[in-house]
């Protein structure tokens, strides 16, 4: 189970740092992800982590965004700032599908998903 927490409503230039608990599997052997949706769009890759800790981020939050992750307390984190309206979405915590070393930033590589946190920027 992924559960993610920290959504909100911001203002333009504003942050946000989103949580994702998982539980029933550990962080630290799984690819994990942030992916986002906005009303009338396709779910789109943000960024993502390696079990080994390399990261990756989408062109369009480069410099902005960045994905973290605590093995100890199973949590993955993604920090934004300099935040735009063109980021409100709904933002999914992810699992990779299987278990192992690197990502394929594909939302169908990914097989386990949280319910989802809103971030608003106005």
């Known amino acids: 189970q992924l559960v993610e927490s920290g959504g909100g409503f911001v203002q333009p230039g504003g942050s946000l740092r989103l949580s994702c608990a998982a539980s029933?599997?550990?962080?630290?052997?799984?690819?994990m992800g942030w992916f986002r949706q906005a009303p009338g769009k396709e779910r789109e890759w943000v960024s993502s982590i390696t079990r080994s800790g390399i990261t990756g981020v989408a062109n369009s939050v480069k410099g902005r965004f960045a994905i973290s992750k605590d093995n100890v307390h199973n949590t993955v984190y993604l920090q934004m700032n300099s935040l735009k309206s063109e980021d409100t979405a709904m933002y999914y915590c992810?699992?990779?599908?299987?278990?192992?070393?690197?990502?394929?930033?594909?939302?169908?590589?990914?097989?386990?998903w949280g319910q989802g946190t809103q971030v608003t920027v106005s």
């Open positions: 992810a699992a990779d599908r299987l278990e192992r070393s690197y990502c394929i930033n594909a939302y169908t590589e990914f097989g386990y």
């Open positions: 029933g599997y550990t962080v630290s052997r799984y690819c």
